[in-house]
């Protein structure tokens, strides 16, 4: 296991490169990894943990600290929305309509969501098309219960720097253009050209956990 203080600072040392100074928030991304791995990284001073699977998430979550925010990531479909709510604190992946209202309708406290966006185009990943992402977000912002606090995408894959960055890049301007603090972007193989791009938010499974089980 890298670990979360280590790649933290190799974060840190990046933004210091570049000249920034705003502070970027590192969700670690447990998806195949055990209650115990989990435990070491929280004790590494980690609050923030991603899943994105509802079945795992809920076997694991019970048994970690109450004071771990946990972040929805994965795709959500509407007729799991009732355990979800129960589940996270924060909903990176809200990508249509219906899965918005849903999720105003069932959450019983007000939960932060992030409107997840397809930037590269690619058919395989989901997402709100770009030119339609102004709307949806405009929709999710005056939904009772829901806080829009920001944009989320996956990049493209494979991994190629001038891709990569025209995909975050767009996620930051369609940020910027609907005053959403929060961009969402940058995994174990392209923080680094998030970060370039503005990114806040990184959803790091591999770079902190190592192979993950299985």
Known sequence: MK?????????????????????????AISKGV???RIEEVYAEGCRHFGENRIQEAAVKIPLLKEDIVWHMVGHLQRNKVSKAVKLFKVVQSVDRKELALALSKRVEEPIEVFVEINTSGEPQKHGVKPEEADELIEYVR????????GVMTVGPYPVEERKSRRAF??????????DLPKVSAGMTEDWKYALLEGANVLRIGRGIFGRRNG
Do not use: M, Q
């Open 34 to 36: 055990n209650t115990k």
């Open 142 to 149: 005056h939904l009772p219960n829901l806080r829009l606090v």
């Open 169 to 178: 890049a767009l996620l930051r301007k369609i940020a910027e253009r609907n």
């Open 3 to 27: 670990g979360y203080r280590r790649f933290r600072e190799e974060v840190l040392e990046f933004l210091d490169g570049i000249g920034r100074r705003d502070e970027v928030l590192i969700v």
